[in-house]
Structures are given as C-alpha cells and as structure tokens.
C-alpha cells in the first residue's frame, strides 16, 4: 500500500495539470465545469418546469476554442419549446464567473443566489431565487415572498440519495433520478458542450432523433470514435 500511495503521488506531482482535479477541463477526460455541475444545478429547473428536449442552444466562451481544453468561462443558452401548459422559455448557464445581470427587485443588502452560485426563475407575475442546488428558495423582494401563502406539500420527500438507491436495487420505488430524469438532463447538459465547439453558432437540435439540423458537423461531437480495439 505505501508503494501504490507513493506513485500516486509521484504522478499527480510530476502532472498536476491533470490530477487530482484538473482532467475534468480536458476534452479528451472530462466534461468541464457544465459536465461536473450541470447536472446537480440545472436539475431544479429543468425538473419544475418539466423541461425537454431544447429546440437550440448557442454557446459564448472568454477563451479561443482549444481543441484540448475547454474554455476558462462561458455562457451557454438553450431555447425550450412550448410544452403542455408551459409556455417557450430561455435558460441559460454561466461558468467562470460570468453571472446573469443582477435583478433590478432584489434588494442591495441580499446576496444573488448562495456563495458558489444559484438559480433565479425569471416569471410574468414574479421573480424566484434560490442557491445553488434549489435550497432557500424566495421571491423577490422579500415582499413578494411575505405576501405569499406557501403551498401545501404534496412532493414525495427522499429518504436520501444512497438510500434510494439502495431501496431501488432491492425492487423498491424508482429513485428519483431514475434513468428516465436522468438520461434527457444530461442530454441536456452535454448538449451545452458540443455548443462550446462551435461558440457564437446557434444549433438547432432535433431532440428525436438527437441531431443538430443546421451544422452538420457538430453531430460529430455527439458521438465519440473509439481507438482501434476498445468499444462499448
């Protein structure tokens, strides 16, 4: 054991460029920071609002496209169709320090969202802001939130991440980020990679059949080339 942690360590000092933390910024490791956290932060909205497959998305980056990394920030933002009861709407993702404009309702005392970031549903009649992984969420101002009455709660509570997993092994309810939440959510989120390719395009996106319809090359990156001898 003291052999293998003194190579460990030998390897993550001679490349730290690398390890322990940094692969997740390279193309050919990782998934960058909208791979790492998307699919924690964007599934508070894109599960309240029942989101789909987006009908585009267009990317802006702070850094020229490297074929090795990807960019130190960037603002992803994607186009939803109507669906059911929902009308169109426009999210978008900021990294690397972008943040959207502060809202004009929020008092100048309270902070955006938590310390590492956070989520604000912009709506027609009101504003909601919550931290980075759907907690303390509040309309704005805090008027807004004093004259509202809280809604009953009729969402089923988890009983925690690994026990729902656990449970589900055993033949119990689905967790409730089945493969059915999570497959089309992290479409979603690495859909907003392949935009990096191709930053200042529009993609239009054909969630059916999984295509962007107007650059055809982007549909590479969709799909990765394995070496000579290793598949799936």
């Not at 690398?18 to 692969?23: A, D, E, G, L, V």
């Not at 807004?144 to 709660?153: I, L, S």
Request: proline fraction near 7%.
């Amino acid at each position: 054991m003291r052999r293998l942690i003194q190579w460990k360590n030998t390897i993550t000092a001679s490349y730290p460029i690398y390890m322990p933390f940094r692969w997740r910024g390279w193309w050919n490791f990782g998934t960058g920071s909208l791979g790492d956290m998307g699919c924690h932060i964007l599934d508070t909205p894109v599960w309240a609002l029942d989101l789909l497959h987006p009908t585009s998305v267009e990317a802006v980056t702070t850094t020229p496209r490297y074929d090795a990394s990807y960019p130190i920030a960037a603002m992803i933002r994607y186009e939803f169709p109507k669906h059911g009861s929902h009308p169109p709407m426009t999210l978008t993702w900021y990294d690397g320090g972008l943040a959207p404009f502060r809202p004009r309702m929020l008092e100048e005392a309270r902070r955006m969202g938590s310390r590492d970031g956070g989520t604000i549903f912009v709506g027609s009649k009101g504003t909601l802001m919550c931290g980075l992984f759907g907690e303390g969420a509040r309309l704005i101002p805090e008027s807004a939130m004093k004259n509202v009455k809280r809604p009953p709660r009729t969402l089923q509570r988890t009983a925690g991440i690994y026990n729902e997993w656990l449970n589900a092994c055993r033949g119990g309810e689905p967790a409730t980020s089945n493969f059915d939440v999570s497959g089309p959510l992290t479409e979603i989120v690495l859909l907003g990679n392949v935009a990096m390719r191709y930053p200042g395009q529009r993609l239009d996106y054909d969630g059916e059949n999984m295509r962007v319809t107007n650059v055809k090359e982007a549909n590479q990156s969709s799909r990765r080339n394995y070496q000579n001898g290793w598949s799936l």
